[in-house]
């Protein structure tokens, strides 16, 4: 899935979608007919032929806008020239995943790009079509910016027309049909008066066969064995329909140099059913110097733990570790790539290979300091105490996710309420994940004052950990503080601006922080946290959620100071594309 930390910030499609470039030449396999012929026009409800022009929003420039252009940009020495080749395989099948995935988003999608191209669309109109693959404005709830079409919740996984309940009845006319119509793996298509479930290897055949055989080629280059064996197995899949052992090979990557992802994972396309995958693709490179970090970290996880405000009966022992991989990212296709931009990521998704082998997060380095200079430092230009501004910086941004991760590994896990086993999860029911996300966004600062006293971590981090902590408080809430992050940033952030840790300057209107007061306050919370979640409280918990979860008039204005000023996310360029040229 991908992760909260991730949110939204935006991608764009700046290698067209819809031409292979010097990608392998590939027919693309058939798809089926636009679901309408005509279009709506919005305010009439007459259906008009298809050859009338398409409707685009006015403010399709304002909407661009809202992405801030960005070089996804790394350090050629740190690939070896053996790897540069395997690398130039990969981006050309994830060129091809891309190109599966428009179709998965709509079927009407190409036609539809076309008629732009037609009809001489502005290019801001072509280039948010190609940011969202598709016609539909995934910042505005998928409400159509080209065209009135609502976007259909079968996405192009299933007949455009067909209903959930129609679905459900036939699963349940036909049992033996029932496994490949859920599958993750396949689409679902009319023929005559029948439904079929055609899996992907056939659906897109021509596509898949050509990246198997790219990733294949990949895999003869690559030497970096476990790595060979992934990719040997992910083309295998493609042409078989079944994924386990190439998800299973993923887990084994170990040391490789590059950490890669190519296949069809999430499900929040399918609106219909939340069953079929999307294509997509990470190209990334193993971080040095964030890998070193945590290594080093990890050695003082006993210490660390045993400084948590929780008395010792209550840890308990976690279940499968979840290792954390720091990347810099090259390259990205596919369902990834749409809309805002992926900041971190854990995979796979097949609860099977979670259950032997664990997953594993992936933390995207370069498209996280993207995000903080684009988007965090305005944001902390408007919102933060100017004296404290030259205090935040991505070093110590990227250390605080860091710990925010480490953090979700600490405290209780296996408990026990009312003399019966269960877990904390489980005890604390729809509010865990809230709950959860703040006690690692405490946990971690606690964790973070620790390590500096004790010089895991700079000197320098006691002054910057707190502020920039601040600052990230207002682009994880820019969006709504319903999700479970969002909301457990607000917990957090009204606890300790109660506290006296942060406080307000009602004449600049600007947050600052209380220095005297920060450990203190934060070591409290997460007394708080570590104990309802120990005790499996549920009313603890919603307590200090219907306490704190509100969003206080001055939050709101500082809110509404960012709208339509500070970039929502980056639209990237892959410098990978123009440099991969002379390898
Ligand atoms: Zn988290």
Same mark, same amino acid.
């Given at each position: 899935?991908?992760?909260?930390?991730?949110?939204?910030?935006?991608?764009?499609?700046?290698?067209?979608?819809?031409?292979?470039?010097?990608?392998?030449?590939? =027919? /693309?396999?058939?798809?089926?007919?636009?679901?309408?012929?005509?279009?709506?026009?919005? %305010?009439?409800?007459?259906?008009?032929?298809?050859?009338?022009?398409?409707?685009?929003?006015?403010?399709?420039?304002?909407?661009?806008?809202?992405?801030?252009?960005?070089?996804?940009?790394?350090?050629?020495?740190?690939?070896?020239?053996?790897?540069?080749?395997?690398?130039?395989?990969?981006?050309?099948?994830?060129?091809?995943?891309?190109?599966?995935?428009?179709?998965?988003?709509?079927?009407?999608?190409?036609?539809?790009?076309?008629?732009?191209?037609?009809?001489?669309?502005?290019?801001?109109?072509?280039?948010?079509?190609?940011?969202?693959? %598709?016609?539909?404005?995934?910042?505005?709830?998928?409400? /159509?910016?080209?065209?009135? %079409?609502?976007?259909?919740?079968?996405?192009?996984? &299933?007949?455009?027309?067909?209903?959930?309940?129609?679905?459900?009845?036939?699963?349940?006319?036909?049992?033996?049909?029932?496994?490949?119509?859920?599958?993750?793996?396949?689409?679902?298509?009319?023929?005559?008066?029948?439904?079929?479930?055609?899996?992907?290897?056939?659906?897109?055949?021509?596509?898949?066969?050509?990246?198997?055989?790219?990733?294949?080629?990949?895999?003869?280059?690559?030497?970096?064995?476990?790595?060979?064996? &992934?990719?040997?197995?992910?083309?295998?899949?493609?042409?078989?329909?079944?994924?386990?052992?190439?998800?299973?090979?993923?887990?084994?990557? %170990?040391?490789?140099?590059?950490?890669?992802?190519?296949?069809?994972?999430?499900?929040?396309?399918?609106?219909?059913?939340?069953?079929?995958?999307?294509?997509?693709?990470?190209?990334?490179?193993?971080?040095?110097?964030?890998?070193?970090?945590?290594?080093?970290?990890?050695?003082?996880?006993?210490?660390?733990?045993?400084?948590?405000?929780?008395?010792?009966?209550?840890?308990?022992?976690?279940?499968?570790?979840?290792?954390?991989?720091?990347?810099?990212?090259?390259?990205?296709?596919?369902?990834?790539?749409?809309?805002?931009?992926?900041?971190?990521?854990?995979?796979?998704?097949?609860?099977?290979?979670?259950?032997?082998? *664990?997953?594993?997060?992936?933390?995207?380095?370069?498209?996280?300091?993207?995000?903080?200079?684009?988007?965090?430092?305005? !944001?902390?230009?408007?919102?933060?105490?100017?004296?404290?501004?030259?205090? !935040?910086?991505?070093?110590?941004?990227?250390?605080?996710?860091?710990?925010?991760?480490?953090?979700?590994?600490? *405290?209780?896990?296996?408990?026990?309420?009312?003399?019966?086993?269960?877990?904390?999860?489980?005890?604390?029911?729809?509010?865990?994940?809230?709950?959860?996300?703040?006690?690692?966004?405490?946990?971690?600062?606690?964790? *973070?004052?620790?390590?500096?006293?004790?010089?895991?971590?700079?000197?320098?981090?006691?002054?910057?950990?707190?502020?920039?902590?601040?600052?990230?408080?207002?682009?994880?809430?820019?969006?709504?503080?319903?999700?479970?992050? *969002?909301?457990?940033?607000?917990?957090?952030?009204?606890?300790?601006?109660?506290?006296?840790?942060?406080?307000?300057?009602?004449?600049?209107?600007?947050?600052?922080?209380?220095?005297?007061?920060?450990?203190?306050?934060?070591?409290?919370?997460?007394?708080?946290?570590?104990?309802?979640?120990?005790?499996?409280?549920?009313?603890?918990? =919603?307590?200090?959620?219907?306490?704190?979860?509100?969003?206080?008039?001055?939050?709101?204005?500082?809110?509404?100071?960012?709208?339509?000023?500070?970039?929502?996310?980056?639209?990237?360029?892959?410098?990978?594309?123009?440099?991969?040229?002379?390898?």
């Amino acid at each position: 899935m991908v992760l909260s930390f991730g949110r939204p910030l935006a991608a764009a499609a700046l290698v067209s979608i819809f031409t292979a470039c010097s990608g392998p030449a590939t =027919k /693309p396999d058939p798809v089926p007919p636009p679901a309408a012929e005509t279009e709506k026009v919005a %305010g009439a409800d007459k259906v008009v032929a298809a050859a009338k022009k398409l409707v685009i929003a006015t403010d399709v420039d304002k909407r661009l806008a809202q992405f801030a252009p960005t070089d996804v940009d790394f350090d050629e020495k740190l690939i070896k020239p053996a790897f540069r080749k395997v690398l130039v395989k990969l981006v050309q099948a994830a060129k091809i995943l891309d190109d599966i995935y428009l179709d998965q988003v709509s079927a009407d999608n190409r036609a539809l790009r076309a008629k732009l191209v037609a009809q001489q669309a502005p290019q801001a109109a072509l280039d948010y079509f190609d940011v969202m693959y %598709g016609p539909w404005d995934r910042l505005e709830g998928d409400k /159509p910016f080209v065209g009135s %079409g609502h976007k259909p919740h079968s996405a192009g996984f &299933y007949p455009a027309d067909l209903t959930k309940e129609q679905l459900e009845a036939w699963i349940k006319a036909h049992p033996a049909e029932e496994k490949a119509f859920r599958g993750y793996f396949t689409v679902i298509r009319r023929q005559g008066d029948k439904l079929i479930a055609v899996p992907y290897s056939e659906a897109y055949k021509t596509r898949l066969t050509a990246a198997a055989k790219l990733l294949r080629e990949a895999a003869k280059l690559s030497p970096h064995k476990a790595l060979s064996k &992934y990719l040997e197995l992910r083309a295998a899949a493609f042409v078989s329909n079944d994924y386990f052992d190439s998800d299973m090979a993923w887990m084994d990557l %170990g040391d490789s140099p590059l950490e890669v992802v190519v296949g069809p994972y999430e499900v929040y396309e399918d609106r219909l059913m939340g069953y079929k995958a999307a294509f997509e693709a990470f190209i990334n490179l193993r971080d040095p110097v964030y890998s070193a970090r945590l290594q080093k970290l990890a050695k003082y996880n006993t210490q660390v733990e045993r400084n948590l405000p929780l008395p010792k009966k209550y840890f308990t022992k976690r279940g499968t570790a979840s290792p954390i991989s720091v990347v810099i990212e090259l390259f990205t296709a596919g369902d990834t790539r749409a809309g805002v931009q992926t900041a971190a990521f854990n995979l796979p998704n097949d609860e099977r290979v979670r259950t032997k082998k *664990g997953s594993k997060k992936v933390m995207l380095k370069n498209v996280t300091e993207a995000k903080f200079n684009k988007v965090l430092i305005p !944001i902390a230009k408007r919102v933060v105490d100017e004296k404290l501004i030259s205090s !935040i910086d991505f070093d110590t941004y990227f250390t605080d996710i860091l710990l925010h991760e480490m953090a979700h590994g600490m *405290g209780p896990g296996q408990i026990t309420v009312g003399g019966k086993k269960t877990t904390v999860n489980r005890a604390l029911k729809e509010l865990y994940p809230h709950i959860e996300e703040c006690k690692a966004d405490i946990v971690g600062l606690v964790n *973070g004052a620790y390590l500096i006293k004790k010089r895991g971590l700079p000197r320098a981090m006691a002054k910057k950990l707190p502020v920039t902590y601040l600052a990230g408080v207002f682009r994880a809430t820019r969006f709504g503080t319903e999700e479970a992050h *969002g909301k457990a940033v607000l917990v957090a952030f009204n606890y300790l601006r109660k506290g006296g840790a942060f406080t307000y300057d009602a004449k600049t209107k600007r947050f600052s922080v209380d220095y005297t007061k920060f450990d203190k306050v934060v070591r409290a919370l997460a007394g708080e946290l570590l104990m309802l979640q120990a005790k499996g409280s549920y009313a603890d918990a =919603k307590k200090l959620i219907d306490t704190y979860g509100k969003i206080s008039p001055e939050m709101q204005q500082a809110l509404a100071s960012l709208k339509g000023v500070v970039p929502v996310d980056i639209r990237p360029t892959y410098t990978i594309l123009t440099k991969m040229k002379s390898w």
